[in-house]
């Protein structure tokens, strides 16, 4: 019943998110719609056919770009606030990812292996498929904007106030949609040139390692982001001149690994 509520919705349901209580991210919660589908649309293009065609049956046609966003949407109601943790994952800068540390409620990490789980798992039924499947194209996208993988202390970046082009703002939120939606271009438009971007050089460098690897090198993007702005700064055109390569870069590595855990798991 439950799941047949979810693809219900999934399917009909134009939703209306509001703040999740009790999340870190609570304030900003997205790695904005754009970014998700540009990682969306980039995967697409890397994915086998055999791939492909698996989860275009799965998802009855719908794209990767559309179901990405799915798991935010979901954030707005409280039945499953269970799945709020698992969209970030917060440790020191200068330490690694430690699955010993996990909070109870999980983390990104933790979100995407029971994905993996369910996905891989021949017995499982389709709705559950399908759900898991949007989630973790969702999960991915958010484990490669840098301060979903930030600190505790300033809850990823939304304590850090600052301004951008005036407006007030977090360095969160920066990341999450203000720095992409100033580059003025529709999701499948920055997918498209992201990709005409991607050299061999470049594919065959992102294009390896697993999820636990993936997680270090966002960490690291965060400390990038995190020594990039201070409380109080206020941020324009300058500020993009220097980081959209590591935002573009970020939204390249995600949909290229995105493509790459899909092909494990349907090809
Ligand atoms: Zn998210």
Not at 165 to 190: A, Q
Not at 202 to 225: C, I, M, N, P, R
Not at 230 to 257: E, P
Request: glycine content about 6%; overall charge negative; charged content about 25%.
């Amino acid at each position: 019943m439950k799941l047949f509520f979810i693809l219900v919705s999934f399917l009909f349901t134009n939703y209306s998110p509001s703040p999740a209580s009790g999340s870190h991210i609570e304030e900003t919660t997205v790695w904005g719609q754009t970014g998700h589908r540009v990682i969306g649309l980039i995967a697409e293009v890397h994915l086998t056919r055999k791939a492909s065609r698996k989860i275009e049956k799965l998802l009855a046609g719908k794209s990767l770009a559309f179901v990405s966003t799915y798991a935010d949407e979901l954030k707005s109601d409280r039945f499953y606030s269970k799945y709020s943790p698992w969209h970030y994952v917060n440790y020191p800068l200068e330490t690694r990812y430690n699955p010993a540390n996990r909070d109870d409620a999980g983390d990104v990490i933790f979100g995407i292996e029971q994905c993996i789980e369910v996905l891989s798992d021949t017995t499982s039924g389709i709705e559950d498929q399908q759900f898991y499947l949007a989630l973790l194209v969702h999960l991915i996208g958010d484990m490669h904007m840098p301060l979903h993988v930030g600190r505790e202390e300033d809850r990823g970046g939304n304590n850090i106030k600052l301004s951008w082009f005036s407006k007030s703002t977090n360095l969160h939120r920066l990341w999450d949609s203000d720095l992409i939606e100033s580059v003025n271009l529709s999701y499948t438009e920055l997918a498209a040139e992201l990709n005409k971007q991607l050299s061999k050089k470049k594919l065959k460098q992102f294009d390896a390692g697993t999820y636990l690897d993936w997680v270090e090198d966002s960490h690291e993007a965060a400390a990038t982001v995190y020594a990039s702005a201070k409380q109080g700064d206020r941020l324009a055109f300058k500020y993009s001149y220097k980081y959209n390569d590591l935002l573009f870069t970020q939204l390249q590595k995600g949909g290229v690994r995105l493509a790459r855990l899909l092909n494990q798991l349907f090809d």
